[in-house]
T-cell receptor
């Protein structure tokens, strides 16, 4: 079964709005990572949050982590059409094995 | 500094043929990982290799699939006697070392279609 599960599966918003995606996982983690995948392309690493961190920012991205609830959220502020992509959370086990959820497909309409 | 290179980008094979997928890691990276993505799914770990060694192949199907990372040249993922269910995108990633805080850099993927 999936270690990470994103919610919602699909999200459609207007340019300028904020987009929030959630991720739940099952086992204890050392860190959680978020990736972006544009249609038909490879994955791009967005941000890594360690288990002892509660919130992390990178540009227009804000990630939170709640280890007691085994959940994380990714917030994209002031979205742009170029943010249209699938977003995946991933946990790491054994120091190298990334386990991905099914992703959230974000569509930002101009 | 070139990123992770994969070729071919698209590969069409008939059932029963062999598929060979190549991955050149980023310069200075000696750790290579292969992942498979089925339609509408997230990526699933297949195998982790270092130069000339398979470290973890727990995600590889037991039959028909093999991987190598020779001392010289790219890493190869080989699928023998392909079946329709092998149709997927195969991604390679590399890192300079392993560990929870080392980012894996992904290539653009090879999309395999079995007809």
């Amino acid at each position: 079964s999936q270690q990470g599960e994103e919610d919602p599966q699909a999200l459609s918003i207007q340019e300028g709005e904020n987009a929030t995606m959630n991720c739940s996982y099952k086992t204890s983690i050392n860190n959680l990572q978020w990736y972006r995948q544009n249609s038909g392309r490879g994955l791009v690493h967005l941000i890594l949050i360690r288990s002892n961190e509660r919130e992390k920012h990178s540009g227009r991205l804000r990630v939170t982590l709640d280890t007691s609830k085994k959940s994380s959220s990714l917030l994209i502020t002031a979205s742009r059409a170029a943010d249209t992509a699938s977003y995946f959370c991933a946990t790491v086990s054994q120091g190298y094995k990334l386990t991905f959820g099914k992703g959230t497909l974000l569509t930002v309409n101009p | 500094n070139a990123g992770v290179m994969q070729n071919p980008r698209h590969l069409v094979r008939r059932r029963g043929q062999e598929a060979r997928l190549r991955c050149s890691p980023m310069k200075g990276h000696s750790h290579v990982y292969w992942y498979r993505q089925l339609p509408e799914e997230g990526l699933k770990f297949m195998v982790y290799l270092q130069k000339e060694n398979i470290i973890d192949e727990s995600g590889m199907p037991k039959e028909r699939f093999s991987a190598e990372f020779p001392k010289e040249g790219p890493s190869i993922l080989r699928i023998q006697q392909v079946v329709r269910g092998d149709s997927a995108a195969y991604f390679c990633a590399s890192s300079p070392s392993s560990g929870d805080y080392y980012e894996q850099y992904f290539g653009p993927g090879t999309r395999l279609t079995v007809t």
